[in-house]
């Protein structure tokens, strides 16, 4: 079975700052996608950075980059320079092999000025 | 393009009674994502319709179903409502790809007295 940890419930930075989300995961797939999404406070969840997991190079998308390590299944998610904005729940998550997402428990970022 | 919508935004319902949600996916997105979204329990898949057909089916009991229409608009019932369905339920639409990646509405709350 797929599983998602994510073992920091909670996390705050101060603006400007660089943060490191933990995730980690359990698959028997050899290839396969892993996404990051932030809600932020009552407002839909968007999807901030993906990542595949042939491709060695880490994803980066403006700010995010991700630190992807296959043989240790690990994928965490940096935030640099962060913004109040940063401020949500940010999930990792897995397809299955139906394409359901696995997510974890998520961890609540707060930004402070 | 127009994103995910979701009707009703809030709801509220008492027990044994039952409700329908529903979710219009983004132009052109062909499978529509049912998941439950509770502080103890997370995110939870449901199911996932794609092309009128249920494809996939997540771990709840049968009080839960859904529907998808030709125009991929998609419902989710659930009967005999409990305290715990208490959630906010999102739907997520996606575009047949590598990627998987899921576009998500906005949720809709659904409080159960």
């Known amino acids: 079975a797929q599983t998602v940890t994510q073992s920091q419930p909670e996390m705050s930075v101060q603006e400007a700052e660089t943060v490191t989300l933990s995730c980690t995961y359990d698959t028997s797939e050899n290839n396969y996608y892993l996404f990051w999404y932030k809600q932020p406070p009552s407002r839909q969840m968007i999807l901030v950075i993906r990542q595949e997991a042939y491709k060695q190079q880490n994803a980066t998308e403006n700010r995010f980059s991700v630190n992807f390590q296959k043989a240790a299944k690990s994928f965490s998610l940096k935030i640099s320079d962060s913004q109040l904005g940063d401020t949500a729940m940010y999930f990792c998550a897995l397809p299955n092999s139906g394409y359901a997402l696995n997510f974890g428990k998520g961890t609540s970022l707060l930004v402070t000025p | 393009k127009a994103g995910v919508t979701q009707t009703p935004r809030y709801l509220i319902k008492t027990r044994g009674q039952q409700v329908t949600l529903s979710c219009s996916p983004i132009?052109?997105?062909?499978?529509v994502s049912w998941y439950q979204q509770t502080p103890g329990q997370g995110l939870q898949f449901l199911f996932e319709y794609f092309s009128e057909t249920q494809r996939n089916k997540g771990n709840f009991p049968g009080r839960f179903s859904g529907r998808q229409f030709s125009n991929s608009r998609s419902e989710m019932n659930v009967s005999t409502l409990e305290l715990g369905d208490s959630a906010l339920y999102l739907c997520a639409s996606r575009v047949e790809s590598s990627y998987n990646e899921q576009f998500f509405g906005p949720g809709t709350r659904l409080t159960v007295l």
């Open positions: 132009s052109g997105h062909r499978s």
